[in-house]
């Protein structure tokens, strides 16, 4: 069977995540002028549960600050921005609303702390995949980024 006889028959989830190419962000049109850039993109692939976390940087290069108010993304049902707070031996994850990006500034989400939740995955992720997921912003509209997969001992 040829490659995109596959993908057809495996249906939109595996195509999502087998597209190969860069993981930088591929502005679209409506952002451009906001100045937003997503970079850094690397997801960790699920070691016990069905959930996987996802790391990245956003940059705001304009003038005005902006918000991160969602994401999407066709491999889960849900993903969701949390925050992870050490309190003692204990570490939680708190989910946040929104993520504010202040104007020429930046906003890390690394491991140990900020990251995208992705819930309800449907399919298998797996190292090596690249996952296409959507951030949704107040004022920039959205982003789309490519989000490479590495097993969990390889994130930063
Ligand atoms: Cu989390």
């Known amino acids: 069977m040829t490659l995109a006889g596959r993908a057809a028959a495996t249906g939109l989830a595996a195509i999502a995540v087998g597209a190969c190419g860069g993981q ?8 451009a002028d906001a100045g ?10 699920p070691v016990l549960d069905d959930v996987a976390a996802l790391y990245l940087t956003i940059r705001n290069g304009g003038a005005e600050e ?21 309190d003692g ?3 939680h994850m708190r989910p ?15 491991p140990g702390g900020l990251h995208v939740m ?6 298998p992720i797996v190292a090596g995949d690249t996952l296409v997921v959507d ?4 004022r920039g509209g ?13 994130l930063p």
């Not at 937003?36 to 692939?45: K, N, P, R, V, Y």
């Not at 990006?101 to 890390?108: G, R």
């Not at 992705?118 to 399919?123: S, Y």
């Not at 959205?142 to 390889?154: I, K, M």
């Open 96 to 110: 946040r609303e929104q993520v504010i990006v202040p104007a020429d500034d930046a906003v890390v989400f690394a």
């Open 118 to 123: 992705l819930m309800e995955l449907t399919a």
């Open 24 to 31: 930088d962000a591929v502005p679209r049109a409506d952002s």
């Open 89 to 91: 031996e204990m570490v």
């Open 142 to 154: 959205s982003l789309t980024a490519r989000v490479p997969v590495v097993s969990y001992g390889d």
């Open 66 to 86: 902006d918000t991160l108010v969602a994401v999407q993304t066709a491999i889960a049902g849900r993903a969701e921005i949390h925050d992870q707070v050490r």
């Open 135 to 138: 951030f949704l912003f107040a």
């Open 36 to 45: 937003l850039t997503i970079s850094q993109t690397i997801a960790g692939e």
